[in-house]
């Protein structure tokens, strides 16, 4: 550009800056991105002046409307990837919760499963039977045993286990 055309974008931009920013600013609702953008038009317009000077309001507006209309597509676009990351990894962070859950049942489980090998067969299939949600009726009928003997049977068979539990986890000197 030369000096004339610098004097007269110079005009122009003093003229016409407050009311570009403060359209931008009604438009976004937040003043230092309408700061940007209001410079965004007039390097628009230094780069590619309308070909009609007495048309320069106008072209201005319709600018300055799409520079602000583009950067609010642009905050709802960046907000829901924002939203879907974190949704992302919200559920990642429950997978990987619940699969350190599975794994420490699955440690628990083999844990509780050495504890009963080491109990009496009888014993290993009463508790088996009764935590697999047999009735007494059931456990009785499986076993071949009478009915009242089962919650003895059990209470008994509970009190082992529960020692080899207690000696395993006790500290050993």
């Not at 002046?49 to 597509?73: F, K, Q």
């Not at 045993?145 to 059990?154: A, K, N, T």
């Amino acid at each position: 550009m030369e000096g004339q055309e610098i004097d007269v974008f110079r005009t122009v931009f003093d003229e016409h800056y407050p009311i570009v920013r403060r359209k931008l600013m009604a438009l976004i609702q937040d003043e230092a991105a309408a700061e940007d953008l209001a410079q965004e038009v007039f390097i628009r317009l230094y780069r590619n002046p309308p070909d009609d000077p007495a048309a320069i309001g106008a072209w201005l507006h319709r600018v300055l409307t799409r520079i602000g209309y583009d950067y609010m597509s642009k905050q709802i676009r960046e907000r829901k990837l924002k939203e879907k990351q974190e949704q992302y990894f919200d559920r990642r962070e429950q997978l990987l919760s619940s699969g350190e859950e599975i794994v420490l049942k699955r440690m628990d489980q083999e844990e509780v499963r050495e504890w009963m090998d080491e109990l009496p067969e009888r014993d290993r299939q009463l508790l088996m039977l009764k935590y697999s949600g047999y009735s007494y009726a059931e456990i009785a009928e499986e076993l071949n045993v009478r009915p009242p003997l089962v919650g003895s049977m059990l209470s008994r068979a509970t009190s082992k286990l529960r020692r080899k539990v207690q000696g395993k986890s006790a500290p050993q000197s």
